[in-house]
């Protein structure tokens, strides 16, 4: 069996394959009518029959393909998918990033798909349920998006929107009613201090929309790896800076997505108001 660590390309080409065909179950799952199936840190936080479906249906075809791979999922962790010791390549997954708007039917939902080699994102996808459209990177190889009005080989550029108050910012919210409040309180400051903010409800797709101008900017706490791996490289390779505040990495405490000229402000302005705070 092969343990050999394939370079970006060849491992994009595996996370585009198999997210497709998990898009299409989770598509399909959704037309035949969806019911929660469980909750998880609330009751508002649920999990749906398709997660868990679609999550199995990616682990499965992972384990075919590279089976010496380690694979991490928003479901079920790394479950029975740890492989041996010593693997260097993980897939981090979030079968269904925007449960509740594809509990809905809101088409803001996506299957997310990354490739990690030793501890760092090297290829990601992330694919619309709902519409099909496609984002995918590779480290150092750039952003792509299909679908849509992009052709297959247009690369994408983020906004070059110098003025944070010109900026429309997205942002998402936890479930805990205390990290909301929190979060409410910091988005109530905020709101003042740029064009206007915009709430799709899957971080992935938000950072996939920052990574093509769609917004220009993007912040959020309390995201897991499965939230934003795949999003994140997207994000970085269309020339967004993704970081955390005072010079932290991007993880559970916040993540800013903004194109370099707005980095610096909204981070600024983020650390004011306490942003990585509360619950």
């Given at each position: 069996?092969?343990?050999?660590?394939?370079?970006?390309?060849?491992?994009?080409e595996?996370?585009?394959?198999?997210?497709?065909?998990?898009?299409?179950?989770?598509?399909?799952?959704?037309?035949e009518?969806?019911?929660v199936?469980?909750?998880?840190?609330?009751?508002?936080?649920?999990?749906?029959?398709?997660?868990?479906?679609?999550e199995?249906?990616?682990?499965?075809?992972?384990?075919?393909?590279?089976?010496?791979d380690a694979?991490?999922?928003?479901?079920?962790?790394?479950?029975?998918?740890?492989?041996?010791?010593?693997?260097?390549?993980?897939w981090?997954?979030?079968?269904?990033?925007?449960?509740?708007?594809?509990?809905?039917?809101?088409?803001?939902?996506?299957?997310s798909l990354?490739?990690e080699v030793?501890?760092?994102?090297?290829?990601?996808v992330?694919?619309n349920?709902?519409?099909?459209?496609?984002?995918?990177?590779?480290?150092?190889?750039?952003?792509?998006?299909?679908?849509?009005?992009?052709?297959?080989?247009?690369?994408?550029r983020?906004?070059?929107?110098?003025?944070?108050?010109?900026?429309?910012?997205?942002?998402?919210?936890?479930?805990?009613a205390?990290?909301?409040?929190?979060?409410?309180?910091?988005?109530?400051?905020?709101?003042?201090?740029?064009?206007d903010?915009?709430?799709?409800?899957?971080a992935?797709?938000?950072?996939?929309?920052?990574a093509?101008?769609?917004?220009?900017a993007?912040?959020?706490?309390?995201?897991?790896?499965?939230d934003?791996?795949?999003?994140?490289?997207?994000?970085t390779?269309?020339?967004?800076?993704?970081?955390?505040?005072?010079?932290?990495p991007?993880?559970?405490?916040?993540?800013?997505?903004?194109?370099?000229?707005?980095?610096?402000?909204?981070?600024?302005?983020?650390?004011d108001?306490?942003?990585s705070?509360?619950?």
């Open positions: 069996m092969d343990r050999s660590v394939p370079p970006p390309g060849e491992l994009l595996i996370a585009v394959d198999v997210a497709r065909d998990a898009a299409a179950t989770a598509h399909r799952m959704r037309a009518g969806v019911s199936a469980a909750t998880k840190s609330t009751v508002t936080d649920v999990v749906t029959a398709a997660d868990r479906a679609v199995r249906q990616v682990v499965d075809a992972l384990r075919r393909l590279r089976p010496h694979v991490l999922g928003e479901e079920y962790g790394e479950g029975d998918a740890a492989p041996a010791d010593g693997a260097r390549v993980r981090i997954v979030d079968p269904i990033d925007g449960t509740v708007n594809y509990l809905y039917g809101l088409p803001y939902c996506a299957v990354a490739a030793d501890g760092a994102v090297v290829a990601g992330v694919r349920v709902a519409t099909g459209e496609q984002w995918t990177a590779t480290a150092g190889g750039g952003a792509y998006r299909i679908g849509g009005a992009y052709r297959v080989d247009e690369r994408l983020c906004s070059d929107e110098t003025d944070l108050g010109q900026a429309l910012v997205a942002t998402g919210f936890g479930y805990d205390g990290r909301r409040s929190h979060q409410a309180r910091v988005l109530a400051e905020l709101i003042a201090h740029v064009r903010i915009r709430r799709q409800g899957a992935a797709l938000d950072l996939c929309l920052a093509e101008g769609r917004v220009d993007y912040y959020e706490k309390g995201l897991a790896a499965w934003q791996a795949a999003g994140a490289l997207v994000a390779e269309a020339g967004l800076r993704v970081g955390g505040l005072g010079g932290l991007a993880g559970p405490d916040l993540v800013i997505a903004a194109p370099p000229a707005l980095f610096a402000p909204l981070h600024d302005r983020l650390a108001l306490d942003a705070g509360g619950p």
